[in-house]
């Protein structure tokens, strides 16, 4: 059974390199013999099986079509190369504050996206990057944002660890860790009063899960049965501190006590999937569900952190050989003669590309007007104290 | 300056100083080092001098994220010097009952904007712990450690300064030092609620804590090319704060200048401006200016347009000496 809400990729592909320079649409030059093929369905069985907290956990079978496949190649591509780009714009200070990246965790994005639509939403922290592009926000707005440019998403004023995207149901991008958690529990209320069936997917690390008022919001939500699923991003270090240095149960799928949790390998894209449609369907008939993915960060916490002072470079280096969620989909693909290795080469030669293309672009947009300083403290023109010393001006052009 | 970044400090404690007359006046037999140093070596004298003060918080054990407490763990281990848990709440309530034990807590709160999750147990636990057991109780020796204010690119969530807000509450004391100091390598004790003269001058006060005072110095050093000669106060202590300086200052200047980096509206300078006018409304020359940061989140971008700046400072001594 194809997933019938899932956008052809080709399209979402060129929607996430969008820029304003007309360019021929990407086209994937490939010819394997079951990609056109739209009826075609694998079963692909997941790494390891589901582990259930207080519920039976779905099956690791998994059924995805081909087209499906290489659109997560090629969603978590893009979402990689961002992120590498980033780490270098971040170095020669072309976007400057704190900026937490996300490689090595593509899969939850992408696979979340695959099972739900844009009018669910998504509440998440600081690394929010490539959740944004999963929620349709492209290159343009990211990098943009990203260099504190007017283009940006949050028209320059949140940065990176700000991104959001109404249209798309995604809200950010949020600072202070855990805070995002009681915010998300609250959007899933006014959805069930809304009673549009849909949910909110509110994620959070291993860190975060040790917050106080994740529990306060759990319970509430418990006892509402609204339709949240928590989703606790298990990259297993809370910055530099380790789950077990941190945590007495590092089994966060199971800290929600009388709240049924599941618990996924999170660099598996298809068990993400499976996961977040099962936690789908639970959520909107049950109630909250907390779904654990076990996934890991290359690079530190951010980049002030070298990520390599807290953990060795062998495990680095044996979680990107054994579990990288780019290679498990690239071997799946050519198992099933999908594409060839050729062929995917190809596909990411063409996202650097763009992505570099877009960089290029992004680095002449203009910076925010200096009026947006006082713009949207409160609602336009109810008043904010704009000067700093009672008869002095600060500049002509802010009023 | 790089070292505006590192080691800011904010204590919030309720340390008790029990003789004034004992304390000594500000020592100047010191060499100049950083703040970050000056609590590192001050940790490791109050872990040496007391075997019951403990040092904890988010990822202290390394050294933390300012090296304020790099070297302590090793050297007494790591039942006294130990991370806890992503929990601001927990870490400000777990510090009062231990304080309340009779020990010495030393808490450290990663960045002053993580503060509020502790927001409640600060002010409705520690602060009237004492009052309202009829001291039978008390976490006097509670300190908590929080590196505050801006860096460069902190944007909203590593670039505030809440002092406003626990200012607000008998029964704390908030503390700042500057970024760059001459102090002893020895052991010895300040006063609380004593603001230091830092420059004399007879024709306006400024009044500043913590890192704002370097750009408050930079402005005096150009305003006295005018021919502007500015006092400079470091108020050090903001709750309780010593009043007695700054009115006799104002005495002799007749003009007062506030500056502080949190917004202006509801900031601590407001405290200041209306208690010297209260006291000194008769000898002011001019209204108490405030130069302080713009009433909007702390920005990203802007953080040049928002910042109290040297010229902003500049600006309003000239206005305020010509008024």
Known sequence: MAVSRLAPSAS????????????????????????????????????????????????????????????????????????IAADSLYKSKLIRGFCHLYDGQEAVAVGMEAAITQRDSIITAYRDHCTFLGRGGNLVEAFSELMGRRTGCSKGKGGSMHFYKKEAGFYGGHGIVGAQVPLGCGLAFAQKYFKDETVTFALYGDGAANQGQLFEALNISALWDLPVILVCENNHYGMGTAEWRAAKSAAYYKRGDYVPGLKVDGMDVLAVKQACKFAREHA?????????????RYHGHSMSDPGSTYRTRDEITGIRQERDPIERVRKLILTHEIASASELKDIEKEIRKKVDEAIAQFKESPMPDPSELFADVYVKGYGVEMQACPGLKLSKSIK | MALRGLGRRISIG??????????????????????????????????ETDSRAYVFGEDVGFGGVFRCTTGLADRFGRNRVFNTPLCEQGIAGFAIGLAAMGNRAIAEIQFADYIYPAFDQIVNEAAKFRYRSGNQFNCGGLTIRSPYGAVGHGGHYHSQSPEAFFCHVPGLKWLYRLAVEEVPERDYMLPLSQAEVIRQGSDITLVGWGAQLSVLERACDEAAKDGISCEL??????????????????????????????????????????????????????????????????????????????????????ATVNY
Not at chain 1, 29 to 57: C, N, R, W
Not at chain 2, 286 to 311: H, Q, S, W
Request: glycine share 4%.
């Open chain 1, 12 to 83: 979402t592909l060129s929607k996430l390199l969008l820029h304003p320079v007309s360019a021929p649409p990407f086209s994937r030059p490939f010819s394997g013999t079951a990609a056109g093929d739209d009826q075609t369905v694998l079963t692909i069985e997941t790494s390891v099986p589901f582990t259930g907290h207080k519920i039976d956990p779905p099956s690791r079978s998994v059924e995805a079509t081909p087209k499906e496949l290489l659109s997560f190649f090629q969603d978590m591509a893009v979402m990689r190369r961002m992120e």
């Open chain 1, 284 to 296: 909107l008939k049950n109630g909250p569900i907390i779904l654990e993915m076990d996934t890991y």
């Open chain 2, 14 to 47: 309720k340390r008790c100083f029990s003789s004034a007359s004992e304390v000594e006046k500000r020592p100047r037999d010191g060499k100049q080092i950083n703040l970050f140093s000056a609590i590192n070596q001050a940790l490791h004298i109050a872990l």
């Open chain 2, 233 to 318: 106060i470091d108020l050090r202590t903001l709750i309780p704060w010593d009043k007695e300086t700054v009115e006799a200052s104002v005495r002799k200047t007749g003009r007062l200048l506030v500056s502080h980096e949190a917004p202006v509206t509801g900031g601590f300078g407001a405290e200041i401006s209306a208690s010297i006018a209260e006291r000194c409304f008769l000898r002011l020359e001019a209204p108490v200016a405030r130069i302080c940061g713009l009433d909007t989140p702390f920005p990203l971008v802007y953080e040049p347009f928002y910042m109290p700046t040297k010229n902003k400072v500049l600006d309003a001594i000239k």
